[in-house]
């Protein structure tokens, strides 16, 4: 393997993890972890979804998901809903008290982006969208 390429690879994935750790960091005080505020996210901007589908987008395993949304459903957070009499679909939807936690999380997590990216100038910023996009697009 090309010593570049993998040196770039490495940095990159350093940067996720830093990226997710601080994330954790900055939300302990709602009480979510990382992956229950994935899927929280995941539920307020696409919408009540099933844990097949929160598995599926948000790449968890089934186990991981139901033991989460468990948890979640235990505390208040989320609630299973039934598309229609009979049917054994199940929809995981957002309690009130969900989308509060969610909103006090969200609210943290852009006060870290603010002031990490306050950091760049705008140069910087402008070359770090470009080099996103670019490996967006390698998708």
Not at 28 to 35: E, F, K
Not at 76 to 89: A, D, H, I, T
Request: no cysteine.
């Amino acid at each position: 393997m090309n010593r570049e390429y993998l040196e770039v690879w490495n940095s990159l994935m350093t940067l996720i993890n830093g990226v997710r750790k601080e994330i954790e960091s900055a939300i302990l005080p709602t009480d979510i972890s990382y992956l229950e505020f994935q899927i929280l996210q995941y539920i307020k901007f696409i919408g009540p979804s099933t844990l097949a589908t929160l598995s599926k987008e948000l790449t968890i395993t089934r186990a991981g998901v139901t033991f989460t949304v468990e948890g979640l459903e235990s505390r208040g957070v989320v609630k299973r809903k039934k598309v229609e009499e009979g049917r054994r679909v199940v929809f995981i939807a957002l309690t009130p008290l969900g989308g509060r936690k969610l909103n006090v999380a969200l609210k943290l997590q852009n006060d870290l982006i603010i002031r990490k990216m306050a950091q760049m100038s705008g140069a910087q910023l402008k070359s770090l969208n470009t080099l996103m996009l670019t490996l967006n697009a390698l998708r």
